[in-house]
């Protein structure tokens, strides 16, 4: 079993910044990439950000320059630092890890639970 617990997320106002944190915990191999999606009302979930097992990472068009996604792998915890927070960031944000648990022969997709953001114009 793999599970992955988020926090950090709640009501700013815009230009305000919030961090997300997801623990990944359980019978972990091996994470290859680990990142967050995000789901606004009415509309389909996107990707936003994504940190790689080589540490390349790769944004959202919306949240460059805004947002950072990291990792602490001595952890499994996954980071969003989100600054100048905009009113179209509302949204419930998912991280989620491509990871191979033990005893299983390949890798595949986990996701959390989700958090809130919520950004007030």
């Known amino acids: 079993q793999v599970h992955l617990v988020e926090s950090g997320g709640g009501l700013v106002q815009a230009g305000g910044s919030l961090r997300l944190s997801c623990a990944a915990s359980g019978s972990i191999s091996s994470i290859n990439a680990m990142g967050w999606h995000r789901q606004a009302p009415g509309k389909e979930r996107e990707s936003v950000a994504a940190v790689f097992s080589d540490g390349t990472t790769n944004y959202a068009d919306s949240v460059k320059g805004r947002f950072t996604v990291s990792r602490d792998n001595a952890k499994n915890t996954l980071y969003l630092q989100m600054n100048n927070l905009k009113p179209e960031d509302t949204a419930v944000y998912y991280c989620?890890?491509?990871?191979?648990?033990?005893?299983?022969?390949?890798?595949?997709?986990?996701w959390g639970q989700g958090t809130q953001v919520t950004v007030s114009s």
């Open positions: 989620f890890i491509t990871a191979r648990a033990r005893g299983l022969g390949y890798a595949r997709n986990y």
